[in-house]
Nanobody
């Protein structure tokens, strides 16, 4: 599985960006997917995740109400719409997929990077104040 994240860039505080993650090598419609981010000098942190069926979405408290995760299983793609961006959202954003966990396991551990077994290369988001 190859994941390719894109859509990052430089934006002013209060602005919006839409990240995309294109998958190839395997159809990901049966797998949960997520977004994580890593700011300079900090550990990678959970941002958002979505189940294969779109029935479940999860968000970090820091982005709830501002970010929206979605997926298009027909296009084998994952998206993250980011609104009302803040300087503290500056980070490299990574998409990932969990191809091995049963649904119940994923839901319980969706915020943990360890359960995701394939990762994209990351796309840089910079929010200026």
């Amino acid at each position: 599985v190859q994941l390719q994240a894109s859509g990052g860039g430089l934006v002013q505080a209060g602005g919006s960006l839409r990240l995309s993650c294109a998958a190839s090598g395997r159809t990901l419609s049966n797998y949960a997917m997520g977004w994580f981010r890593q700011a300079p000098g900090k550990e990678r942190e959970f941002v958002s995740a979505i189940s294969w069926s779109v029935a479940y979405t999860l968000y970090a408290d820091s982005v709830k109400g501002r970010f929206t995760i979605s997926r298009d299983n027909a296009e084998n793609a994952l998206y993250l719409q980011m609104n009302s961006l803040k300087p503290e959202d500056t980070a490299v954003y990574y998409c990932a997929t969990d191809t091995s966990s049963p649904g119940s396991t994923w839901y319980a551990k969706a915020r943990e990077s360890e359960i995701y077994d394939y990762w994209g290369q990351g796309t840089l988001v910079t929010v200026s104040s």
